[in-house]
């Protein structure tokens, strides 16, 4: 059985390590390209788009792929949308693998919003120096004169691209992150607010308990919703025993 992961995060590299080595199955990791230098899972990789929902049916035919995960970022709406439609037309079974979002403890300042612009937005009521940890891309909804009295620390992989904040500082670094490291950012830069995406997962999530420990409020963009219809696994584990229970079927 050929397996298809439409990857770039932790869950899906530990998809690829719990089946590569079974020999019933064949796994292909597909990359967007979008990291410089992304840690690259074992078995086949390829890298790059596929064209859209209808240049990802093509490969998924051309390469006899038998399943479909789609284990990209819980915000890659876009791919996600795509790999809908490419598993309808060439009638493969797809799976999400999503890990859960965070929840607010006791003691949490969040704001809830739907967009990047929203939480510009909000941004001037808040604080003054932005801990911005959204990534590079997408940084143009703070960009602009509505926003030159506040100061942003941009935390990316890579570097930025403009637009950009008109005020800012990048801080070039890839997760995990630990808690004693977010706290002293948080303190040496006199950060008195974050913005984060509602990404999950532990790698970045020290920074909402240092955020909590110093009182800082924090902006959560909403994850949007995985398409309707797809089937879910909140863990690899789980991914793990939908593709064995494919192939024990098949």
């Known amino acids: 059985m050929h397996v ?8 899906a590299r530990r998809l690829v390590e719990s089946l590569v080595g079974d020999p019933r199955v064949r796994m292909t990791t ?20 596929f064209g859209g929902a209808d240049g990802l049916a093509e490969w998924v035919r051309e390469h006899r792929v038998d399943a479909l995960v789609d284990a990209t970022h819980p915000f890659a709406a876009t791919m996600s949308r795509n790999a809908v439609l490419a598993a309808a037309q060439a009638h493969v079974p797809l799976l999400a693998l999503r890990r859960p979002g965070w929840v607010a403890q006791d003691g949490d300042r969040w ?14 009521a808040l604080g003054k120096r932005v801990f911005l940890t959204t990534g590079r891309m997408g940084l143009a909804a703070f960009a602009g004169e509505r926003l030159d009295a506040l100061w942003f620390l941009v935390r990316s992989v890579d570097a930025p691209e403009p637009p950009c904040p008109g005020n800012m500082d990048v801080l070039l670094d890839r ?7 977010e706290r002293e950012v948080i303190r040496l830069h006199g950060i008195d607010v974050l913005v984060t995406k509602d990404s999950g997962g532990d790698a970045t999530a020290p920074k ?3 955020a909590r420990e110093a009182g800082v409020p924090v902006v959560v963009v909403r994850r949007p919703p995985v398409p309707a219809g797809v089937p879910v696994a909140a863990t690899a584990d789980e991914a793990v025993e939908w593709a064995r229970r494919l192939y024990a079927s098949g």
Request: aromatic content about 2%; charged content about 15%.
């Open 175 to 181: 997760g995990p992150f630990s808690l004693d490291g």
């Open 111 to 124: 704001h809830s919003v739907g967009s990047l612009a929203e939480a510009a937005e909000l941004l001037p």
């Open 30 to 49: 597909s990359l967007a390209g979008r990291v410089a230098a992304p840690r690259l899972p074992p078995g086949d990789v390829r890298v790059g788009g």
């Open 208 to 210: 909402l308990t240092a």
């Open 4 to 11: 298809l992961v439409l990857g770039g995060t932790t869950e």
